[in-house]
């Protein structure tokens, strides 16, 4: 069955830029999206067909998708992005989500 | 505005069983997939199920295979997931969520509605 490989955490210091992988066979064949989940909230949608942001995202969000890996880059980070990251395929008929990658904005 | 409402969440003994309801709102609902998600005390999200515009196709995760059940009521843009033979391992938060098809990603989401299955 098809895995999803994100780091468990990634740190990143005030206004400098966080990326946050995402590891799959062939990911770049599929559809990667990503959702942002902060403590005891929904999760929300960031990113969508690996480089699409919905409206109300900002700018500092973009993504990225190629080979076995897919990347979601945040530029300048703030305080506000400190959240957990999922990132999403299709496979099978199925939903997949990434483990979750914690980030930390130090 | 999208809105998605869960509701029967509480507390189950292992073995029983609990139906949870999604209410739709600000959209079609009878034009898009939908989907149940769940996420289990300090765990990822875990894709349960989904469900096809008409209801005449339907996913599940393996695990929860031939014990929960999705469906929808397009007349009330409503949203179902029974579930039977609960184990201790179903306990998370469910959200629901609408699906925008094969490939494609899950948006909005709403709130959760917490399952707790335990003696």
């Known amino acids: 069955s098809y895995e999803l490989t994100q780091p468990l955490s990634v740190s990143v210091a005030l206004g400098q830029t966080a990326r946050i992988t995402c590891g799959g066979n062939?990911?770049?064949?599929?559809?990667v999206h990503w959702y942002q989940q902060k403590p005891g909230q929904a999760p929300v949608l960031v990113i969508y067909?690996?480089?699409n942001r919905p409206s109300g995202i900002p700018e500092r969000f973009s993504g990225s998708n190629s080979g076995n890996t897919a990347t979601l880059t945040i530029s300048r980070a703030q305080a506000g992005d400190e959240a957990d990251y999922y990132c999403?395929?299709?496979?099978?008929?199925?939903?997949?989500f990434g483990g979750g990658t914690k980030l930390t904005v130090l | 505005e999208v809105q998605l409402v869960e509701s029967g969440g509480g507390l189950v003994q292992p073995g029983g069983s609990l139906r949870l309801s999604c209410a739709a709102s600000?959209?079609?609902?009878?034009?898009?997939?939908m989907s149940w998600v769940r996420q289990a005390p300090g765990k990822g999200l875990e894709w349960v199920a989904n469900?096809?515009?008409?209801?005449?196709?339907?996913y599940y995760v393996d695990s929860v295979k031939g014990r929960f059940t999705i469906s929808r009521d397009n007349a009330k843009s409503s949203l179902n997931l029974q579930m039977n033979s609960l184990r201790a391992e179903d306990t998370a938060v469910y959200y629901c969520?609408?699906?925008?098809?094969?490939?494609?990603?899950?948006?909005?989401w709403g709130q959760g509605t917490l399952v707790t299955v335990s003696s």
């Open positions: 969520a609408r699906d925008l098809g094969w490939g494609e990603w899950l948006d909005p």
């Open positions: 600000g959209f079609t609902f009878s034009s898009d997939w």
């Open positions: 469900i096809k515009q008409d209801g005449s196709e339907k």
């Open positions: 062939n990911i770049g064949s599929k559809n």
């Open positions: 067909r690996d480089t």
């Open positions: 999403q395929v299709w496979d099978s008929s199925t939903v997949l």
